[in-house]
């Protein structure tokens, strides 16, 4: 596949420095191959855990989850030759079929499997994120003044021309948190339809429409363990249906 030049020059863009950024990490273009994908949810940034251990030691070997300068044999980005571009794109579109974090990964899965019939494992579906940087601290911890602001302008043209780019019928935003960023980087316009998912549950969907694409975007983190129950995500899962179904 010939490499795309805004990818290419995405990942040659060396981190910003004092943003916290993974040391010795790479950019996360995408979770699974966003070329083929028709589905793609979407977050705020990459977790730290994609690329370090608990420890705070940097994965390898078959732990291993995206490339690194080190298994690039990179110095640094900017001066990445056209083979270690390729290289981190290919770990990006492998991600699901190597280590990925299932921890965060499985309940998106199983709504993106109900509600939609698509899959990560069998690439109709993929991840991105509005910033593809993994930083440490998590983004939420990130009290630096004006860093998520840098992360998130630095990486707005690249996700624009990813969603003009890339064959997206659905993206799917897990969260409030997600959504009003993407909403304030881009500009797009979501109209919410507040309602009770499920009983006991205070929650919403919204949607639009930009870049060709269907948005639908909802409240909470699946992945959160408070109030988040099965019946709440079976009707998440079968409002995101409703909402594009038709789309698919």
């Not at 855990?49 to 994965?59: A, Q």
Request: net charge neutral; with cysteine; proline share 4%.
């Amino acid at each position: 596949m010939q490499i795309p030049e805004y990818v290419a020059t995405r990942i040659r863009r060396d981190p910003p420095e004092g943003c916290g950024v993974v040391a010795g990490s790479t950019p996360v273009i995408s979770f699974g191959d966003s070329f083929k994908a028709k589905v793609a949810t979407l977050g705020l940034n990459p977790s730290r855990h994609e690329f370090t251990t608990p420890e705070g030691g940097m994965l390898a070997g078959r732990s291993r989850r995206f490339a690194t300068l080190e298994s690039i044999g990179a110095g640094r980005l900017s001066e990445a030759s056209d083979e270690q571009v390729a290289k981190v794109i290919a770990d990006c579109a492998n991600y699901f079929h190597g280590n990925p974090y299932l921890r965060w990964f499985k309940p998106m899965e199983q709504l993106i499997g109900s509600g939609l019939g698509a899959s990560y494992f069998d690439g109709t579906a993929c991840h991105i994120d509005l910033v593809q940087w993994a930083t440490d601290p998590v983004w939420g911890k990130i009290n630096e003044p004006g860093v998520r602001e840098r992360l998130l302008r630095d990486d707005r043209e690249f996700l624009i021309q990813q969603l003009n780019s890339e064959n997206f019928a659905a993206v799917l935003i897990n969260g409030r948190g997600a959504q009003s960023q993407l909403e304030r980087a881009l500009g797009i316009r979501f109209h919410w339809k507040a309602d009770a998912l499920a009983p006991g549950k205070k929650s919403g969907i919204a949607t639009a429409r930009a870049f060709g694409t269907h948005f639908v975007a909802w409240t909470i983190n699946l992945q959160s363990s408070f109030g988040v129950t099965r019946e709440l995500r079976a009707a998440i899962a079968a409002r995101v249906e409703e909402e594009v179904g038709a789309w698919m």
